[in-house]
């Protein structure tokens, strides 16, 4: 289970630290809701770097678009090599177990950007 520290101080060091990911997301500015069942998150892209922050500390968090899943879901994405149906997000949202809402522009036309972004929080160790 991913903590609020590893998805609010080692997700965007880990995102710093991969400077070709951080060049494909160089034209990308959005926000985006993810939550985890309860837990939820307003993170922000602007020129290949990342801001998160816990979005239940805000009043009326404004987001371009919403990624939903129970933490159950989650977790299953986060293994290091996750079970068919949780392997990727467009997987997860075909087999219901993925809302996506929202304006999708940016989602969609960064599609890419955004699978390798999640995938930085797959576990290795944990």
Not at 16 to 25: I, P
Not at 77 to 94: G, I, S
């Amino acid at each position: 289970m991913l903590s609020d520290e590893d998805i609010i101080a080692t997700w965007p060091a880990q995102l710093a630290d991969r400077e070709h990911l951080a060049w494909k997301g160089r034209h990308l500015s959005t926000s985006f809701l993810f939550a985890l069942g309860e837990r939820r998150y307003l993170v922000a892209i602007r020129e290949g770097r990342m801001h998160v922050r816990d979005a239940s500390a805000i009043t009326m968090p404004q987001w371009d678009f919403a990624l939903r899943a129970d933490e159950n879901v989650w977790n299953e994405f986060f293994q290091p090599v996750p079970r068919p149906e949780y392997h990727d997000l467009l997987a997860m949202m075909k087999f219901r177990r993925l809302d996506i809402e929202g304006n999708l522009y940016a989602f969609m036309s960064h599609l890419l950007f955004f699978k390798a972004l999640f995938a930085l929080l797959r576990s290795t160790e944990k």
